[in-house]
């Protein structure tokens, strides 16, 4: 059985849960997905409120993302999930700050045009929003499409990233 430590911290998107176990950041949770259900979610695992440098290091980088003096995320992941999803998460890495693509080019890019529809799941399932950008990949019409933290923060995202 794994241990995982977590701890909360605002944001301009809200209060944010981080969770982390011996091998990385396991987890970037929105208040709006329900924080409790999001603990419950990480079963076979012993969970405890605390700190961690894992955490601390993720709260610090994430507090200078949205300074704007952090661009990219430099910390420890522990990635679970089948190789598709693990796939289109490297694939989420690489569009660059303030960049966008489309769920189409995300599909073509990890060489499966026609898996439109896997890369949006794998989008709506991602465990680490923010670090791994889900939030730069939009419609083919140009529209938002859905999000973890909701319309209003991918909007607040895209426009903080355009900002800086």
């Known amino acids: 059985m794994s241990a995982v430590i977590y701890r909360t911290v605002d944001s301009p998107v809200g209060p944010l849960l981080l969770a982390s176990s011996s091998d990385g950041l396991v987890r970037i949770a929105f208040a709006c997905e329900g924080f409790d259900a999001v603990l419950h979610s990480l079963t076979g695992q012993s969970i405890t409120e605390g700190t961690s440098p894992v955490l601390e290091d993720a709260a610090t980088q994430l507090a200078e993302y949205f300074a704007g003096t952090r661009r990219?995320?430099?910390?420890?992941?522990?990635?679970?999930?089948?190789?598709?999803?693990?796939?289109?998460?490297?694939?989420?890495?690489d569009i660059p700050y303030g960049g966008t693509r489309t769920y189409k080019e995300v599909a073509e890019a990890v060489g499966n045009p026609r898996a439109v529809?896997?890369?949006?799941?794998?989008?709506a399932t991602n465990p680490?929003?923010?670090v791994i950008?889900?939030?730069?990949?939009?419609?083919?019409?140009?529209?938002t499409g859905g999000y973890?933290?909701?319309?209003?923060?991918?909007?607040?995202?895209?426009?903080?990233?355009?900002?800086?």
């Open 72 to 93: 990219d995320f430099d910390l420890p992941l522990s990635l679970a999930g089948h190789s598709f999803r693990r796939t289109v998460q490297r694939a989420l890495r």
């Open 117 to 123: 529809r896997a890369v949006g799941t794998a989008c």
């Open 128 to 130: 680490l929003p923010l």
């Open 133 to 143: 950008p889900c939030h730069r990949v939009l419609r083919s019409d140009g529209g």
């Open 148 to 164: 973890l933290g909701g319309a209003d923060a991918k909007n607040l995202l895209l426009k903080l990233e355009r900002q800086f």
